[in-house]
C-alpha cells in the first residue's frame, strides 16, 4: 500500500492507497474509531479486486488534528474533495464500526458517488440497540490503543468473537496501531453526539451488504438486522465472530465483499 500526505480543503490528510483492477470503481473505506490506516491494511492484502483507499481521520494515525470540531457531513465531503482530486467520479463504500456511521451518511449524502454500500459491524449511531454498559464504558477511553498489557486483559470483553480465546490476536492487533492523541479519539467521539440515521436509511438507493459478528459485546447483531430492514436494496450477512471480524474472519469477510462488489 502507497501512503501520502494530501492537503485536502486546508486539512492535511494521510492516505493510503492499495492498487487494484481499474475496470471496477474503487472501494473507499471508513475505519473505526481511533483506527489509523494500518490496522485494516492486514485485511485489504486479502481482498481482491479493485483499488482501496483509505484515510486517517483528522487527529488520529498521521492526520495533523482539525482546527475545529467536525460532523459526519463533514467528513463526507472531506472524502468527496479527496475523491475529486484522485480522479474518481463513482466508488464503492465500506464502512467499519464508527466509520460504518460515515459510510452511512456519504451513501446519503454523495448518493450518486456511491455505486455500492458495505457496512460491518455498525449500526444507526445514537439511536440504536446498545451493548453492556461495561463495554461502551472500556470503549469510553483510548487506553487500549497505547496500552498493550490493557489491551491484552480486555480485547476478549470489549471485541468478543475469536477474540475471546485467543489473546495473540489481540497482539498481532497492537503491531499495527499508529496511535496519535487522545484528543483525535474524543473529536470523534463527540461527532457522532446525537447522530443517528435512522429517518433516513429508507431513502439509500445502493444495494447495501450488512454483516454482523454474532458475538459482538460492542455492536449486538440485532442492529444489523434493524439496518437491513430499513434499507431497501440491503441483505445481511451474520459471521460466527466479534466486533473485528474483518481481521479476526478476513478470508471469509473478503470473500463476502468480493463477491459483493463484483455484481454488476
Not at 5 to 34: A, C, M, Y
Not at 182 to 196: E, K, S
Not at 205 to 225: K, Y
Amino acid at each position: 500500500m502507497k501512503i501520502d500526505l494530501h492537503e485536502v480543503n486546508g486539512q492535511t490528510l494521510r492516505v493510503g492507497i492499495r492498487p487494484g483492477d481499474k475496470s471496477q470503481p474503487p472501494l473507499l473505506l471508513f475505519n473505526g474509531i481511533g483506527a489509523n490506516i494500518e490496522l485494516v491494511e492486514p485485511f485489504l492484502d486479502i481482498l481482491d479486486g479493485p483499488e482501496a483507499i483509505v484515510f486517517d481521520v483528522p487527529g488520529v494515525g498521521g492526520s495533523p488534528p482539525p482546527r475545529a470540531p467536525y460532523r459526519p457531513w463533514h467528513l463526507v465531503r472531506l472524502a468527496a474533495r479527496l475523491l475529486d482530486q484522485l480522479g474518481h467520479d463513482r466508488v464503492d463504500v465500506l464502512g467499519v464500526s464508527w466509520g460504518g456511521a460515515i459510510a452511512q451518511q456519504f451513501a446519503f449524502q454523495q448518493a450518486k458517488r456511491c455505486r455500492r454500500l458495505v457496512l460491518a459491524a455498525t449500526s444507526t449511531g445514537h439511536i440504536m440497540v446498545p451493548g453492556k454498559l461495561a463495554v461502551h464504558l472500556k470503549m469510553a477511553s483510548p487506553r487500549r490503543y497505547w496500552d498493550p498489557a490493557f489491551m491484552g486483559r480486555i480485547a476478549g470483553d470489549i471485541y468478543g468473537g475469536r477474540m475471546r480465546n485467543s489473546p495473540e490476536l489481540a497482539q498481532q492487533h497492537m503491531r499495527h496501531v499508529r496511535w496519535s492523541s487522545n484528543y483525535g479519539y474524543y473529536l470523534q467521539l463527540m461527532a457522532f453526539v446525537g447522530w443517528t440515521s435512522l429517518p433516513w436509511l429508507p431513502f439509500l438507493s445502493q444495494p447495501t451488504l450488512v454483516m454482523a459478528g454474532s458475538d459482538d459485546p460492542i455492536v449486538p447483531l440485532v442492529n444489523g438486522r434493524i439496518m437491513a430492514k430499513l434499507i431497501p436494496d440491503s441483505q445481511m450477512v451474520a459471521l460466527d465472530d466479534g466486533h473485528l471480524f474483518l481481521l479476526t474472519s478476513a478470508q471469509e469477510s473478503a470473500r463476502l465483499i468480493t463477491e459483493f462488489l463484483a455484481k454488476s
